[in-house]
């Protein structure tokens, strides 16, 4: 699992090495760190070491320090290295040691602001070591015109120093301008702000380095599950099992306007090994979801009289449709896990339960906060996925799950996930309505089971988020496989889930 912190929490794990003299040895090794990375990228590309060049934009704190130090290491290996000094000042020791290392320094002033600009966006490898965990907003005065102009320079490899400048390390908002990297090296822990849009935008791929500082931290601030996480919390069926203890999922979905919408959630269930579908909804909507997957049980019943134990809502809702509604109001009050998506959304009760699962994309997250009484639209939940997600959670006391790029899932005990296995690809009509069967399915098969979570370091009231996690990654990966970096359906998306949960 990927554990990420935000900047406070780091500074503070900090504090007592600093306390204890070892500030300086913490310093090196983030910077042996980085000087590392950009070495492997150059040697990734084929490209000499000996004559390459590097240019370090360097602020006055401690994270120009690291910039400085690495970009000495890099010097010393034979790397043309430049120091673009953008705040006049720079971390004394760093600067020292840079200098001595041969590096060439130009403190920028608005005069020669042409020429350092040039200078960077002709260099095969820019450090971004401007602001770190110590930022107060974005980058001002001179950084900021540097920056601004040598993004539209379309400069070579940019490797963020600890995390983008002008990315928030708590929150992922993005203080314009930010030179956007294809690396972020990040020291002792990834910080929240890179595993968040629109931090995650800019920071690129996102390598940590351990400083010896691991052992202090504190509970993460947010969580990203890895392969090894999903193949230990998704169980495989015991050799007893039968349908209704693999899970039985009722459906509330589909529209005459939508019928897809429910054939899709039906076969995403399906595809993740639900041990029963029940499907209730229009008669028109049934047959098809019967020609599509004959494995379902159809019915017009009623939520009450249908023994499940997890319910998926919403999916192709038409909001004239009452019958569906008021079905999707009664699962979200059954005190059953339930997964409420689109159609659901505005028609639920404002205050939930942590195991009813919202899954809004931003703009039905900005429509549900502003039902709230908050004032977001959709851009500023886009330019704010955290706080956006938090705060959803915390007002309806549900777990929202906000798809984009990067999955963000808050629970209102405040457990964050985060995931991003997913490609641009899927954003397709219907890959929404797969997702939402993925979650039923693993919430009707393990929802239930405190045991399980618990028995792997999850706080069974943490498991709502844990799972709505584990089917992003679940939906995510199969997306990418049925993509392989070409145009996706949300039917094939369905059609490769099978194929990730064996290779887990
Ligand atoms: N602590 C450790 O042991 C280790 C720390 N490490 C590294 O240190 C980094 C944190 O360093 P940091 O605390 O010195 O802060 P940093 O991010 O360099 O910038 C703050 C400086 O910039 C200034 N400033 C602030 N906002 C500004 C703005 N918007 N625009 C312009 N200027 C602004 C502010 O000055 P002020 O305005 O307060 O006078 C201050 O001087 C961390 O990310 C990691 O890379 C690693 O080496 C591991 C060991
Ligand atoms: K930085």
């Given at each position: ?13 900090e ?10 040895v ?121 920056v ?19 990315v ?13 990297a294809?690396?972020?090296?990040t ?128 999916s ?5 449709d ?73 007002l ?15 629970s ?40 399980h979570f ?51």
């Open positions: 699992m990927i554990s990420a912190y935000t900047g406070t929490q780091i500074r503070e794990t504090k007592s090495f600093l306390d204890n003299g070892v500030g300086a913490l310093m090196q090794r983030a910077a042996y760190g980085l000087a590392n990375a950009v070495v492997r990228e150059l040697r990734g590309g084929r490209q000499r070491l000996y004559g390459a060049s590097v240019t370090v934009l360097a602020g006055k704190g401690n994270n120009g320090g690291d910039g400085l130090f690495a970009a000495a290491m890099l010097a010393r290996r034979g790397l043309r290295t430049t120091a673009v000094l953008t705040a006049g000042d720079a971390h004394p020791e760093g600067l020292a040691a840079f200098k001595k290392a041969g590096g060439r320094v130009v403190r920028l002033t608005p005069e020669n602001m042409a020429e350092a600009t040039a200078a960077a966006a002709a260099s095969g490898v820019v450090i971004d070591a401007v602001l770190g965990t110590g930022a107060q907003g974005g980058l001002r005065g001179p950084a900021a015109e540097l601004e102009a040598l993004g539209r320079a379309r400069p070579g490899l940019v490797v963020a120093c600890d995390i983008p400048s002008g928030d390390a708590d929150t992922g908002e993005a203080h314009a301008p930010v030179l956007r294809e690396l972020t090296v020291f002792g822990a990834a910080k929240a702000g890179l595993l968040a849009d629109p931090g995650a935008d800019f920071a690129g791929r996102v390598q940590v380095v351990p400083i010896g500082i691991e052992a202090g931290l504190p509970w993460p601030a947010l969580c990203r599950f890895e392969a090894g996480d999903l193949s230990a919390l998704l169980a495989r069926p015991e050799r007893r099992a039968h349908k209704y203890s693999r899970g039985v999922l009722g459906v509330v979905a589909g529209s005459s306007a939508y019928p897809g919408a429910a054939v899709l959630a039906c076969k995403g269930a399906l595809a993740a090994g639900a041990g029963m579908v029940r499907y209730l909804g229009p008669p028109d909507v049934a047959d098809l979801v019967r020609q599509a997957c004959p494995e379902i049980v159809c019915s017009a019943g009623t939520v009450a009289g249908t023994h499940v134990q997890a319910w998926l809502v919403g192709g809702l038409d909001d004239s009452e019958q569906q509604l008021q079905r999707a109001r009664d699962a979200a009050d059954s005190g059953l896990p339930t997964i409420a998506d689109a159609g659901a959304l505005p028609a639920l009760p404002d205050v939930l339960a942590p195991q009813v699962i919202l899954t809004p994309h931003a703009g039905e997250l900005a429509s549900l906060l502003q039902r709230l009484g908050v004032g977001l639209d959709r851009a500023a939940v886009e330019a704010s996925t955290l706080s956006a997600v938090r705060r959803a959670a915390g309806t006391e549900a777990t929202v799950l906000l798809k984009g790029a990067t999955t963000l899932v808050a209102p005990f405040q457990d964050f996930y985060s995931q991003a296995e997913g490609t641009p690809w899927m954003a397709t009509a219907g890959s929404g309505d797969v997702l939402a069967g993925v979650i039923g399915a693993l919430l009707a098969r393990l929802g239930a089971d405190v045991g618990a028995e792997r370091g999850i706080d069974p009231d943490a498991r709502w988020g844990a799972i709505a996690a584990m089917a992003a990654s679940v939906h995510g990966r199969a997306g990418s496989l049925a993509s392989a970096g070409g145009p996706v359906t949300a039917s094939a998306i369905s059609d490769a889930v099978p194929e990730v949960l064996r290779t887990m």
